[in-house]
Structure formats: C-alpha cells, structure tokens
C-alpha cells in the first residue's frame, strides 16, 4: 500500500519535473549571413536546455563560406550559395560552442549559458 503510494508519488514528480523543464525553455532562431568577411553575427548566446535553432545562409560566392562545421557537436553541412541551411541544437551545459568553415578560416561562437 505505502510502496504504491510512494511509485506514484514518484511518478508525479517526474511528470512535474518534465513540464516545468519544458516550460521553463526558451527556444530561439538565430539567422546567420555567411560572406567573403566571415560570419554575421559571429558570436550569440544559448541557454542550457532551451532549443536553439540556427538559419545559415551563404550570401557571397566569394570566401570559403560553403560549409559550415561545428566540431564539437560532429556536425557538417553544405552551404548551397542564397540557400537557408537549419540547424538545431539543444546545448546540454554551459560553455563557449565554436563553428567554423570547412576550413576553420571563418569561425564563430555560442556561448551558452544558465539562465
Ligand atoms: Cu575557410
């Protein structure tokens, strides 16, 4: 009787637990420009926790903008030129999240925080 009450009890908490993470998340859509400079912004900040998702656009043939790599996250993708490219990340703790073009000339930063 007690030890039913307590898995239920438990239960409760978890399911609370879940809907106050899930209220409690911020999502965010950035929009990124990548150009014979770089990109723009290069840097932005993230909450941990809160889904964050990324429109890269190529906007000039000149520059090595055609991909974009996140190592930490082993993510690789192709940057079609005036082609909005998504990526979506949840970052999972705090700290300093790098992007670069394939070959780490152009590089970006998320600085993801606790909020
Ligand atoms: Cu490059």
């Known amino acids: 009787m007690r030890s039913k009450f307590l898995r239920i ?35 932005l900040n993230a909450e941990v926790g809160s889904p964050l998702t990324l429109i890269f656009t190529r906007r000039s043939r000149e520059g090595c903008g055609d991909k974009v790599v996140i190592p930490s996250l082993g993510i690789t993708r192709n940057l079609p030129l005036g082609k909005p490219v998504t990526i979506k990340i949840t970052p999972r703790s705090e700290g300093t999240i790098t992007f670069s073009c394939g070959m780490n000339m152009y590089k970006g930063s998320i600085v993801v925080q606790e909020h």
């Open 9 to 43: 009890l438990t239960s409760l908490c978890l399911i609370l637990a879940v809907a106050v993470v899930s209220i409690d998340a911020h999502p965010k859509t950035v929009r990124i420009s990548v150009t014979k400079n770089g990109f723009s912004p290069g840097s």
